[in-house]
């Protein structure tokens, strides 16, 4: 299999799979309840496993990649592999997160906010209803804002944890002088 076929195969498969894995893990969190509850333990939670999930996504596309290409694969081929398994897991995982908000449960995202309303009077904060908020605040209880922030924080995992498995993973060839 030359190069280009194996990259893009590669990150098809590995992208494909990251974006599966993160619509099950936010149809279930979403399902159960768990985010927007105000609990610090289940947000670090989350956080870790999504961390994990990329983290292992990944090492996985780019040691694929590796052992099918001579065990080689230098640094900015590893991050371009892991860049586009990002771009298409997050892009997936975003589509599942707005279709869950916006189709399959509407009142999700209102639920999240009367929860973290009610962490915020616990804690002293001053109450507000959705209502007296500023328009942009609006905008920022939507699904497509929840969807596009999903992306957004895919992509930014991405660029930090993709260029450390890079790093990682990276075999050059050796030469003997």
Known sequence: MNNSN???????????IYGLI???F??????????GEGSIAIGI????????????MYFLATK???????NLISLGRGFGINMLVGLIGGAIRGVGFYIYAKFIDPSYIQNMMEAQMEAQQQFGGASASTAELPGFMKFILTAEFYAGSTFFSVILGA???????????????????
Not at 160 to 177: C, H, P, R, T
Request: proline share 0%.
């Open 26 to 35: 936010v149809f279930l969190t979403a399902m159960l309840g768990l985010q």
């Open 64 to 70: 694929e990649y590796r052992g099918e290409n001579g």
């Open 22 to 24: 993160g619509v099950i």
């Open 159 to 177: 660029l930090i944890i993709g260029l450390i498995v890079a790093a990682v993973n990276q075999k050059k060839e050796e030469f003997n002088y």
């Open 6 to 16: 194996l990259f893009s195969s590669v990150v098809k498969k590995w992208g494909l």
């Open 45 to 56: 939670g989350t956080w870790l496993f999504s961390v994990g999930l990329a983290f292992l």
